[in-house]
């Protein structure tokens, strides 16, 4: 940034009062500075939003992605959830763990899913490594969220997404099996039947693994 820049300026006021230059800069200096930054930006957030709506949760900024410890203890007293996208097999219970341990939050998953190599999509472009068959998706579907209930710090999850994406690719060329339903609104009933059943008994899953504090 130039010189003039307010940012640039803050900088350079921080590593002055550390005895630093931006020649001379370390790793505690640039996770320090990370940190005050993603705190502005949340306290910011924060207080814009409770100024018009004072009743609903701050859910976060849905991270792409695990973020930097540095980012989490920034935005941590701020935020009423933390929440990210993760596309992994499995959930990230460690990860969630550690998300509430560094703040003191709870969590929530704001997409995940698993798309199947059967439905005839191409599958090329897109999170998540396909798996073969509607069956396996919703052994997946299962593994994880049972996974999430049982982690009391975790209040909860978004499947991506209800449509499947078409063949030749949405907009930026997206092409997979991510849907509840087919492009014609089929549903895909082994993932549909799979999600209804575990999803009516996922509360009291959720309770018993808060009562023995897991």
């Not at 993603?38 to 009743?55: F, K, S």
């Amino acid at each position: 940034m130039p010189p003039t820049a307010p940012a640039y300026q803050k900088a350079i006021e921080f590593l002055k009062a550390r005895g630093h230059t931006p020649q001379n800069l370390d790793e505690d200096d640039q996770s320090s500075f990370l940190e005050i930054t993603a705190g502005e930006y949340a306290r910011i957030a924060r207080e814009t939003i409770r100024r018009y709506d004072p009743n609903h949760l701050i859910m976060g900024c849905r991270f792409a992605g695990y973020a930097p410890e540095a980012v989490l203890r920034g935005m941590g007293p701020y935020f009423d959830v933390i929440s990210y996208n993760n596309y992994s097999p499995d959930a990230p219970v460690e990860r969630l763990r550690q998300i509430f341990d560094l703040t003191g939050k709870p969590t929530m998953i704001t997409e995940f899913s698993f798309k199947a190599m059967d439905s005839g999509l191409p599958n090329t472009k897109g999170a998540a490594k396909p798996v073969a068959t509607q069956k396996d998706r919703a052994e997946g579907f299962t593994r994880y969220v049972e996974a999430l209930a049982a982690l009391p710090s975790c209040v909860g999850f978004h499947w991506f997404e209800y449509r499947d994406e078409p063949a030749e690719g949405r907009f930026d060329g997206e092409n997979s099996n991510y849907g509840l339903v087919k492009i014609d609104l089929t549903p895909w009933t082994a993932l549909t039947d799979r999600m209804k059943e575990v999803n009516s008994r996922i509360e009291t899953l959720a309770a018993k693994s808060a009562e023995r504090g897991n």
